[in-house]
């Protein structure tokens, strides 16, 4: 039975590594488990333990639970699970922190570089962004675009390739939520498809603007409202955050499309500029921080996370090798005093070896005297 117990306690010594746990002994020896207040172990019979994964407004969420009920473990961040758990959340925080930079600098590179224009225009443009409702107002969570546009304005240009004569159009986005006509995808269109030069259409809720014909070219500027940028017409990058972030194709097919002009003047490059600079300008959903301020203040923070993590860790180890050294002392074996007592055991028993010899001898002589 010693050796059992013996068994079954280095079992609850390595369980306890795990989780947080508690143990009750009955009268009959059994051992129930427990951890938090719910029974892991009871008598003969474990209720096991599984990892469960829900999905959350898109993303995975994990959770350990009791195997029997699907009930969810209390780990309170203790032991390993409870560790990995916490080092989950915080892995999560900054995936997300670094999706808000990702996704900001995506969508205010896309805002420069979808208002310039570069060395030629477009025959054909579809935007990369998806509009749910095309009959939404385009900043309302129906139309459920990640960066929605504002009450503002841009501007088309039609070239004519032969002539060099260019006619500009001023399109009106209007988003201020006042008299029920605020700007729908369907209404852009409309507005689109009535410039001379141009057609729109939309499918599968992405819009496209084609030019009527292969003599005139098509540009933007001026996008005071960031429709464009929204929508991924003329984008320098495509996706919505670090996970999927990626250079616009169509830029590596032809690089004469990336904006570095403002107003397409030869030698203009007031929009290439304003995107190098864009690293160090101050954006109100960073909270008027920077994308570099932000970026380093994550870092910084992970850094030291890490730190403090690292010497927590120490100071609890060293806290765990002198607790386990006065555990030793209470109930862990000597093997060095353990061959003392066995040496003393058997000095002792060939002392009273030779004082049985020495009585025995006594006798004999005793008798022998009679």
């Known amino acids: 039975a010693n050796g059992l117990r013996d068994q079954r306690d280095a079992v609850l010594r390595e369980l306890s590594t795990l989780a947080d746990i508690r143990t009750q002994e009955h009268a009959s020896g059994i051992v129930d488990v427990y951890v938090g207040s719910e029974p892991l172990v009871v008598g003969d019979r474990s209720r096991g333990v599984a990892l469960r994964q829900d999905v959350v407004d898109g993303e995975v969420q994990s959770a350990v639970v009791f195997r029997a009920t699907n009930g969810k473990m209390k780990l309170d961040g ?16 900054v995936v997300d922190q670094l999706d808000t930079v990702a996704g900001t600098m995506i969508f205010e590179l896309n ?39 504002v009450n503002g304005s841009f501007v088309v240009h039609v070239k004519d390739k032969t002539s060099g004569l260019i006619t500009s159009t001023l399109i009106s986005v209007d988003l201020d939520g006042l008299n029920g006509n605020d700007t729908t995808l369907d209404s852009l269109r409309l507005d689109l498809d009535g410039i001379d030069g141009v057609t729109a259409s939309v499918s599968g809720g992405r819009l496209k603007i084609d030019a009527d014909s292969a003599a005139v070219e098509l540009s933007f500027s001026q996008d005071s409202s960031g429709v464009l940028a929204s929508l991924g017409v003329n984008s320098f990058f495509k996706g919505s955050d670090a996970r999927d972030i990626a250079v616009d194709p169509r830029l590596f097919e032809r690089p004469n499309l990336i904006s570095a002009a403002r107003n397409g003047q030869p030698g203009d490059n007031q929009t290439a500029r304003a995107i190098a600079d864009l690293q160090n300008s101050a954006i109100a959903s960073l909270g008027g921080q920077s994308l570099k301020t932000k970026y ?57 070896a030779r004082v049985v010899a020495a009585v025995d001898e006594l006798m004999q002589t005793m008798l022998s005297l009679v």
């Open 78 to 93: 203790k032991g390993q699970l409870g560790a990995l758990s916490n080092v989950r959340a915080a892995v999560t925080s």
């Open 111 to 149: 805002k420069l570089h979808s208002a310039g224009q570069g060395l030629e225009g477009f025959a054909s443009v579809s935007a990369n962004n998806i509009v749910a409702d095309p009959t939404a107002a385009l900043n309302s969570a129906d139309a459920d675009l990640r960066q929605p546009p």
């Open 296 to 352: 380093e203040a994550m870092i910084n923070n992970v850094a030291s996370t890490a730190s403090g993590a690292k010497n927590t860790a120490a100071s609890a180890g060293a806290v765990r090798e002198t607790l386990t050294t006065q555990r030793e002392m209470l109930s862990g074996v000597s093997m060095d005093e353990e061959a003392i007592n066995l040496m003393k055991y058997q000095r002792a028993y060939q002392g009273a």
